[in-house]
C-alpha cells in the first residue's frame, strides 16, 4: 500500500491503541484532504493486522470519492430509450419527495453482481465527495459507505462488501 499512499492523500498512520483501556490495536489513517471522512480507523488483532485494516478503510473511501465510471446527465424517461436502470424505488431515501422519471439528475453506469449488466444507478446514491456541491437532481437518495469494501482481489472485495451489509442489517435488525 506504501507506493499508493500519497495519491490517496495518506499522510500518516498512528497507532492509537493506548487511548483506551480495552488494549485492542487500534491505528488511525489520516487523509487531511479527503473529500469526506479525512481519518480512518482499523482494528486487529495485532498492530500488524490494524494498520492493514486502517489503510484498506481509507483506501475504500478514496475510491469512493475518485469513482472512474461513466456518468450521465438525464432524467430516466428520455435515458431509458438507449440505458436500464437499477431499481431506484428499492434505494434508501432522504426525503418524502417522490422521485419521478421526469427529473434530471446525474446517474452513474453500474453493473449487476451476477449477470454482469449494466444498470444505472443516481450518482447522488454512491459518491462519498463532499466538498463540492450536490449533483442537479440531488436530494432523494440516501449516501451511504455501507458495503463499500477493498480487498486484494476484486472478488474478495465484493464478498467483504456483502459481509458488511448483512452484518448492518442484522445489527439493526437486533
Request: glycine share 10%; net charge neutral.
Amino acid at each position: 500500500m506504501r507506493p499508493h499512499w500519497a495519491r490517496m492523500g495518506i499522510t500518516r498512520v498512528a497507532n492509537v491503541t493506548g487511548l483506551d483501556r480495552i488494549g485492542i490495536p487500534v491505528v488511525m489513517v489520516c487523509r487531511p484532504n479527503a473529500r469526506s471522512l479525512a481519518v480512518s480507523q482499523g482494528k486487529g488483532i495485532d498492530l500488524e493486522a490494524a494498520t492493514a485494516s486502517g489503510l484498506m478503510e481509507a483506501a475504500e473511501l478514496y475510491h469512493a470519492e475518485h469513482i472512474e465510471r461513466p456518468l450521465k446527465l438525464g432524467s430516466m424517461a428520455e435515458l431509458s430509450r438507449s440505458h436500464r436502470f437499477a431499481e431506484v424505488g428499492r434505494l434508501p431515501r432522504i426525503s418524502g419527495r417522490a422521485f419521478t422519471k421526469d427529473i434530471v439528475t446525474l446517474w452513474i453506469e453500474g453493473r449487476e453482481m451476477i449477470s454482469g449488466v449494466t444498470r444505472w444507478l443516481p450518482y447522488e446514491s454512491v459518491r462519498a465527495n463532499f466538498t463540492v456541491p450536490p449533483p442537479p437532481g440531488s436530494g432523494f437518495f440516501d449516501c451511504s459507505s455501507n458495503g463499500l469494501a477493498s480487498g486484494n482481489t476484486a472478488d474478495e472485495a465484493v464478498h467483504h462488501g456483502i459481509c458488511e451489509a448483512i452484518e448492518r442489517d442484522a445489527t439493526t435488525l437486533w
